[in-house]
């Protein structure tokens, strides 16, 4: 290996992947194969798999040393998985890419170019989204526009985590060790000079998507909380309006009983009132409690993640994981 060449980390988290590792790699290798001016390495982080994802890429380590891995102790989760990647990347830029062949690899050498040309963050943006369903890509569009809404930092839209990312970017990255990740708020959170390429997304290669509505609504309302307490505030807004409601109605009823004298039906507003008002706080509770889980969460100090495995070593968490 010569010393003068940049290193270039491919990182791609993979859990149940056994269908389409090939085929990345692949296409990968045709990749690093051509483009000699850079040395390579890919860092596949096996998040916890129950299929022979982990045994095909020591396969592939096997017969090409470029090829690096990191298993997980268990499944955490793709936002752990890339944090544990980034954590164990060498590259003087880390690629961030599927394994599910979504992002096209041979998109890597536009974003090198970017990256020589001095930008430190060039992320693709999708421009469609075949084999997507019109509900995810509604869904997805409504998200961002209200998290944009509500945050002050700009959210990139239609944009995954398929990324180049200079060395300071991932310095940054890995300085930032919430334990309820939303990386790609972390990725608008930490700025430098951005630069945004357009590509069609392609359908899964193989396999299966491991995202479900569950999941997803679980990143939204992460990616809600982890970046603004403008629930809270709306929560507070709401409380005070309808505490002023409340105050002019009770004045009404004050009124009307010294004039008219006590009228005893009421049934029926008395009702309405609590019904509303226990309602709205049980979900004002609610808000309040999402945040408070939070800062539950952060304050016990875990370490992210436990490592399985660094390549053929046996690992135990080191300093790396504070
Ligand atoms: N992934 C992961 N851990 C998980 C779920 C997913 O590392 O718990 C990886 C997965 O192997 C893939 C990437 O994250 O490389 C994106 O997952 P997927 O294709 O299922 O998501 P989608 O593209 O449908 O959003
Ligand atoms: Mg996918």
Redesign the pocket.
């Known amino acids: 290996m010569e010393n003068d060449k940049k290193l270039v980390t491919i990182l791609?988290?993979?859990?149940?992947?056994q269908e389409v590792l090939h085929l990345l790699y692949d296409r990968l290798k045709t990749l690093m194969d051509e483009h000699s001016t850079y040395n390579f390495e890919i860092l596949f982080?096996n998040?916890?798999s129950k299929d022979d994802t982990l045994k095909i890429m020591q396969e592939l380590r096997k017969n090409d040393n470029r090829v690096c891995y990191l298993n997980l102790s268990r499944?955490?989760?793709?936002e752990t998985?890339m944090i544990a990647g980034l954590d164990y990347s060498k590259g003087d830029c880390v690629i961030i890419i599927?394994?599910?062949l979504?992002d096209p690899p041979e998109l890597i050498p536009e974003m090198l170019k970017y990256w020589e040309e001095g930008y430190d963050d060039v992320y693709a943006k999708r421009k469609s989204r075949k084999g997507e369903t019109f509900m995810k890509k509604f869904t997805s569009k409504m998200y961002y526009k209200t998290l944009q809404s509500v945050t002050n930092i700009e959210i990139q839209k239609d944009t995954?985590d398929f990324r180049l990312l200079d060395r300071r970017c991932v310095e940054a990255l890995k300085s930032m060790r919430e334990s309820e990740r939303y990386t790609k708020g972390l990725f608008s959170f930490i700025g430098y000079n951005k630069k945004e390429i357009i590509y069609d997304r392609d359908p899964?290669a193989a396999g299966?998507?491991?995202?479900n509505y569950g999941k997803l609504i679980n990143l939204s309302i992460d990616g809600l909380t982890s970046f603004t307490t403008a629930p809270l505030r709306w929560a507070a807004i709401f409380g005070i309006l309808v505490s002023l409601a409340g105050f002019l109605y009770m004045l009404v009823i004050i009124f009307k009983a010294i004039f008219n004298g006590i009228d005893v039906p009421g049934y029926a507003s008395t009702m309405v009132v609590i019904l509303f008002l226990g309602g709205l706080q049980l979900i004002f509770l609610g808000v309040i409690g999402e945040y408070l889980g939070r800062a539950f969460y952060e304050t016990k100090g875990r370490p992210l993640y436990f490592i399985d495995r660094y390549n053929e070593e046996k690992e135990t968490n080191k300093d790396l994981n504070k």
């Open positions: 791609v988290p993979a859990y149940n992947e982080v998040d916890g499944n955490y989760g793709k998985a599927d394994a599910d979504q995954g899964r299966s998507t491991k995202w």
